[in-house]
């Protein structure tokens, strides 16, 4: 099994510390979420493992071959459409023109896009779908490995609702890898196998939390629990700076 090795990682910007001796491994068919306030480094630990920052030592192993990164921000091409759009990334792959539009069109109808919007320009589609092209353009190339940067931020209840369950069929189905970045530690719980916590100032683990219980079976209680448990946490709590916890 392929798998993304991080050993003792820290991370500066000139003179200030922005990552500290940060370790965890992931492997193919799990998922791992970084969850902390802002400016405690989540994205940039994602860009780093990704490779769209260069780290300067030899503390990042990735056997991954296919992967993709679905931003905060949809950072879609404004001079062509929806479905060029999704179809970009599987031109880098060699595949004919027929065929990219064939399978962008089929993940843009599984995404709830319409046949009008995939003709639409970025600037004429809302935040929610320009959010959920963005993911479909990920999605499209059927990567192993998938970095995500809150890509769900901007979705309403049910399109989130939505997507977390594509997610979990990435997951189960085709055994993707998913090192997932949220604040929200509600949907790291729904959909992660392991959560690491970071605090800032510089960026460190803090907490582990590991989470037995299968994807497709997490029903409420259960959220809520793992839930009321981390933010009891004391550690969690001073992190996220807390001053009300829920009992």
């Not at 780290?55 to 990042?60: A, D």
């Not at 509600?186 to 510089?202: C, Q």
Request: hydrophobic share 40%; aromatic share 8%.
């Amino acid at each position: 099994m392929a798998v993304l090795k991080v050993k003792h990682l820290s991370h500066d910007y000139g003179p200030v510390n922005i990552l500290k001796d940060i370790s965890f491994e992931l492997n193919t068919g799990r998922v791992l979420s970084v969850v902390g306030p802002s400016g405690c480094g989540k994205t940039t630990l994602l860009h780093l493992c990704a490779g769209l920052i260069d780290c300067s030592n030899n503390t990042i192993q990735n056997e991954f071959n296919n992967q993709a990164f679905a931003f905060q921000e949809p950072r879609l091409l404004p001079w062509t459409n929806a479905l060029n759009n999704i179809a970009f990334s599987l031109k880098s792959k060699g595949i004919a023109k027929a065929e990219r539009l064939k399978r962008a069109k089929q993940i843009g109808y599984a995404f709830g896009l319409k046949e009008s919007d995939l003709y639409k320009f970025p600037k004429e589609l809302s935040g929610g779908m320009r959010q959920r092209v963005s993911f479909a353009r990920a999605l499209v190339v059927e990567p192993d490995l998938l970095f995500l940067d809150e890509p769900f931020s901007a979705l309403d209840m049910g399109l989130k609702q939505a997507m977390h369950q594509r997610l979990i069929h990435e997951v189960e189905q085709r055994n993707v890898a998913i090192l997932f970045v949220t604040h929200d530690l509600t949907e790291a719980i729904k959909l992660s196998h392991e959560i690491l916590v970071l605090a800032p100032e510089p960026g460190r683990i803090i907490k582990r939390l590991i989470l037995e219980r299968p994807l497709n079976k997490r029903d409420h209680d259960y959220i809520y629990q793992q839930n009321q448990s981390l933010i009891q946490d004391p550690l969690v709590q001073q992190a996220f700076d807390l001053t009300l916890i829920i009992k």
